[in-house]
């Protein structure tokens, strides 16, 4: 046998050998970027392969085997269920990064350590962050979060859940798109009355209204005569301001100004957003000062300060009224 006819005929086992490397090379010229693949890349394709060529009944076993039972109610869940469809029992724990507490694999917020733990979301504006971003890339605002220059407070979020005031710019923005609607500017008025009401001293007997009638008289008087060394001959004595009122009557001022605003609280309803921070930043933008108020959240039905300390705000809540001197018990988020 001649040099030519071996290598027409090839040797024992060299065709194999040859197939195999047509198929590595189809695979390699199958690379979007021209790069040989891995060993694992190749596994990987050959699985995916192997995926598709499943008959639907594999395919139903196979979802079948990932799905999440209902340690409640025992029901069955697709595998990316966060809630039992059945009972509405949290079906995904996470542990928090700083204090080790469990918690809502959908929460954002440790309500135990007071945290936020979410590693690729802005707890400023809600976007996508990535491992490498210092800076929100959509409103700018840092990892680490923003020192309130006003009372100095370290805040995660858009609003200073200390004095209320806007970090960002579209916080702020959204601040003066509040207070240009008429109902705020209705709580706004009611807040400041029930504010001022608040620092008044009521007559708390007729003793009380007895002293006070005889120092106005005494503070007319005295007014009166400084006039008169001046050269005033016709002297009007301007009024206290809003005279005192009674005990009886200053509690049913004060209940009638707090169900007043309660009822505006309840007519600006903060809109539904899957975002946690979105709501957040709603909620404390409605918010007017001078007014002690707590959130009521959906997600425990506990009372807080603001939805900053709430780990599920994107659940609702609303705003409630607690008045001068309320002792209601507040989940506060320090």
Not at 45 to 74: D, I, L, M, R
Not at 88 to 112: H, I, K, M, W, Y
Not at 239 to 245: I, L, Q, T
Not at 304 to 314: D, E, I, L, N, V
């Amino acid at each position: 046998m001649t040099n030519d006819d071996m290598t027409l005929r090839g040797m024992p086992g060299q065709s194999s050998g040859m197939q195999q490397l047509d198929s590595t090379a189809g695979l390699r010229e199958a690379n979007d970027d021209g790069a040989p693949q891995s060993q694992t890349q190749l596994q990987s394709q050959s699985q995916t392969q192997q995926q598709t060529q499943q008959s639907p009944q594999q395919q139903q076993a196979q979802q079948q085997a990932q799905a999440v039972k209902c340690p409640n109610c025992g029901a069955t869940n697709d595998a990316g269920s966060l809630y039992c469809a059945s009972c509405g029992q949290v079906l995904r724990r996470q542990t928090c990064p700083n204090c080790g507490a469990e918690l809502d694999g959908d929460a954002d917020f440790c309500e135990s350590c007071h945290h936020y733990i979410s590693t690729n979301t802005c707890s400023f504006c809600g976007a996508h962050l990535s491992e490498q971003d210092a800076f929100c890339p959509e409103c700018g605002s840092p990892r680490g979060g923003i020192v309130c220059p006003t009372c100095h407070t370290l805040n995660e979020f858009s609003l200073c859940k200390q004095c209320g005031r806007a970090l960002t710019e579209e916080a702020a923005q959204l601040v003066r798109e509040l207070q240009m609607q008429p109902e705020y500017q209705e709580l706004a008025a009611a807040a400041k009355e029930l504010d001022e009401l608040q620092m008044q001293l009521p007559f708390e007997s007729e003793e009380d209204v007895k002293t006070a009638r005889k120092c106005d008289e005494l503070r007319q008087r005295v007014l009166r005569l400084l006039a008169q060394d001046a050269g005033v001959v016709n002297v009007v004595i301007p009024p206290v301001g809003e005279e005192r009122m009674s005990k009886e009557e200053h509690a049913a001022r004060k209940a009638e100004l707090m169900e007043r605003i309660s009822n505006l609280l309840e007519s600006m309803p903060v809109p539904a957003n899957p975002k946690p921070a979105q709501v957040r930043n709603y909620a404390m933008a409605q918010k007017p000062q001078g007014l002690r108020l707590a959130w009521l959240c959906n997600y425990k039905h506990a009372m807080h300060s603001s939805p900053c300390g709430c780990a599920k705000p994107q659940l609702g809540g609303k705003w409630v009224v607690l008045g001068h001197g309320s002792k209601q018990e507040i989940k506060d988020d320090k």
